[in-house]
């Protein structure tokens, strides 16, 4: 049976994944922070694909730092190298291009591991022009999309990355309005424990829903340090147990 995994897409991992510098977007901003040391396997990338479209991703790559960070790099080698090479042209289905590169970041972390490894991943294609998203969401926390309409969910499309080598993702498209504004919070975030009072609560993903429908018309910086500030408050002084990371992506014009 032919592969989707082209020996191309595995090279010599660095010890740590690539800074990620994110691009200039026209009409829009992009933006992702990360709180405190790393301990676990959040990551998040983005880079420009072709004239008119942005690329990014949020992964959580299982097990402890540093076991998992060779792993975190071969990933980002194989969603900038195959990202590019199947979001290049100018015509192209980006469904069927987002669901090849999950297929072969999938392969590649199972090849890399040697086995099974669960990385839920929510990976997304922005289109200047339109103002449109193509994503798949493989297991992860859903992304909320805020528009005039409310906030929408953009949930699981299929299953985590890394655990069955043909497992599949569904690549759906939604428009962002002006003004419009896709918050990406990693498990950590939705999971963190309250202290005093709030012991036995979690920060939830519904207290994420109400940051964001009251948080007001800001640049993608702003909301994510608004919503890892307030997490942050929420667990107090209790030492984190996971990866805290948000990403947002704000529609200006």
Same mark, same amino acid.
């Given at each position: 049976?032919?592969?989707?995994?082209?020996?191309? &897409?595995?090279?010599?991992?660095?010890?740590?994944?690539?800074?990620?510098?994110?691009?200039?977007?026209?009409?829009?901003?992009?933006?992702?922070?990360?709180?405190?040391?790393?301990?676990?396997?959040?990551?998040?990338?983005?880079?420009?694909?072709?004239?008119?479209?942005?690329?990014?991703?949020?992964?959580?790559?299982?097990?402890?730092?540093?076991?998992?960070?060779?792993?975190?790099?071969?990933?980002?080698?194989?969603?900038?190298?195959?990202?590019?090479?199947?979001?290049?042209?100018?015509?192209?289905?980006?469904?069927?291009?987002?669901?090849?590169?999950?297929?072969?970041?999938?392969?590649?972390?199972?090849?890399?591991?040697?086995?099974?490894?669960?990385?839920?991943?929510?990976?997304?294609?922005?289109?200047?022009?339109?103002?449109?998203?193509?994503?798949?969401?493989?297991?992860?926390?859903?992304?909320?999309?805020?528009?005039?309409?409310?906030?929408?969910?953009?949930?699981?499309?299929?299953?985590?990355?890394?655990?069955?080598?043909?497992?599949?993702? &569904?690549?759906?498209?939604?428009?962002?309005?002006?003004?419009?504004?896709?918050?990406?919070?990693?498990?950590?975030?939705?999971?963190?424990?309250?202290?005093?009072?709030?012991?036995?609560?979690?920060?939830?993903?519904?207290?994420?829903?109400?940051?964001?429908?009251?948080?007001?018309?800001?640049?993608?910086? &702003?909301?994510?340090?608004?919503?890892?500030?307030?997490?942050?408050?929420?667990?107090?002084?209790?030492?984190?147990?996971? &990866?805290?990371?948000?990403?947002?992506?704000?529609?200006?014009?």
């Amino acid at each position: 049976m032919h592969s989707l995994f082209h020996s191309h &897409d595995v090279v010599p991992a660095p010890a740590e994944p690539v800074p990620t510098v994110f691009p200039k977007i026209e009409g829009a901003e992009i933006a992702a922070q990360f709180v405190g040391k790393r301990i676990a396997g959040d990551f998040y990338d983005s880079l420009r694909v072709g004239p008119e479209r942005i690329l990014f991703g949020l992964l959580d790559v299982a097990d402890l730092h540093p076991d998992n960070r060779a792993i975190l790099a071969a990933a980002q080698q194989i969603f900038r190298n195959v990202g590019t090479e199947l979001f290049s042209l100018a015509d192209i289905n980006e469904s069927d291009a987002m669901t090849q590169l999950c297929l072969r970041i999938n392969r590649g972390l199972i090849d890399d591991c040697k086995g099974v490894h669960s990385c839920p991943a929510f990976i997304a294609c922005y289109h200047e022009k339109f103002g449109t998203l193509c994503y798949t969401n493989a297991g992860h926390t859903p992304a909320l999309l805020r528009d005039h309409t409310g906030i929408t969910e953009l949930g699981s499309t299929g299953l985590p990355l890394g655990l069955f080598s043909h497992a599949t993702c &569904d690549a759906p498209t939604v428009g962002l309005e002006k003004g419009a504004a896709l918050l990406l919070v990693s498990r950590g975030v939705v999971t963190c424990q309250g202290h005093h009072e709030r012991s036995a609560e979690e920060f939830s993903l519904e207290r994420v829903k109400q940051l964001l429908q009251a948080a007001p018309a800001t640049g993608a910086a &702003d909301l994510c340090s608004s919503v890892l500030n307030a997490a942050g408050t929420f667990g107090g002084e209790i030492p984190q147990c996971d &990866d805290r990371t948000a990403l947002a992506l704000v529609r200006t014009v």
